[in-house]
């Protein structure tokens, strides 16, 4: 499996509350995700980090924003939590070359109460 | 725009019975990969196969085979002789691509496959 931890885990957090989701990979791989799984979409890109430091917007990216400060830690942030973002969050790493296939974290459930 | 559509919502079959997981997808691209990953009961996501554009031949891995047609834009996944294991929600999914190497998946909303004894 690939080395990936998300923590936490599960997490209920009260509107405006400010949530840090984070990524830990051991893999060294240069490509991270944040992805939201919601119920009859599937799941949709949030943002995504090409290296450190160097990040981009994906589909769903209003309300939330990254860091990158290591490779290995890719930081997920809504500055004031809204019940629309009650969701599962998953993190995913690619490694370099063709395009390779990405490898997920075990997610986090996150709660908006 | 790019787009992947799983028609299925979901599937009930009975054990040993085949099942096929429809997948299309919409592109402008004339390179693009596709995908099929796997989730559980336990929630986890496990990759499955990818596919390029340029490599329509059939793809068999034990049970489970893969039938790439470009003419009419699917990737359909099929599971032969199912078992109550196989029990998930299936995901096709399309990659944006990009020429920094990175890999921006589009995914279809899933499908449910429940296999009963």
């Known amino acids: 499996d690939a080395g990936i931890t998300q923590s936490p885990r599960h997490k209920v957090t009260e509107t405006g509350t400010p949530v840090t989701l984070r990524c830990h990979q051991t893999?060294?791989?240069?490509?991270m995700y944040w992805y939201r799984q919601d119920p009859g979409h599937g799941l949709r890109l949030i943002h995504y980090?090409?290296?450190?430091?160097?990040?981009d917007k994906g589909e769903v990216s209003d309300g939330y924003s990254v860091s990158r400060s290591k490779t290995e830690d890719f930081l997920l942030t809504l500055e004031s939590a809204t019940s629309s973002q009650t969701s599962v969050y998953f993190c995913?790493?690619?490694?370099?070359?063709?395009?390779?296939?990405?490898?997920f974290g075990n997610g986090t459930r996150l709660t908006v109460t | 725009a790019q787009k992947v559509t799983q028609a299925q919502t979901e599937i009930s079959v009975v054990e040993k019975e085949d099942v096929t997981l429809d997948c299309v997808y919409e592109?402008?691209?004339?390179?693009?990969?596709l995908f099929w990953y796997k989730q559980p009961p336990s929630g986890e996501l496990v990759f499955l196969i990818r596919?390029?554009?340029?490599?329509?031949q059939n793809e068999i891995s034990g049970r489970y085979s893969w039938n790439f047609q470009k003419s009419t834009s699917s990737f359909n996944f099929t599971i032969t002789a199912s078992q109550v294991v196989d029990s998930a929600v299936y995901f096709c999914?399309?990659?944006?691509?990009?020429?920094?190497?990175?890999?921006?998946?589009?995914f279809g909303a899933g499908t449910r496959l429940a296999v009963h004894p």
């Open positions: 980090s090409y290296g450190v430091k160097d990040t």
């Open positions: 596919r390029n554009s340029f490599d329509e």
């Open positions: 995913a790493i690619s490694g370099t070359g063709e395009i390779s296939p990405l490898h």
């Open positions: 893999e060294n791989h240069r490509y």
């Open positions: 999914a399309l990659s944006e691509g990009g020429s920094g190497g990175y890999n921006k998946l589009i």
């Open positions: 592109t402008r691209d004339t390179t693009y990969y």
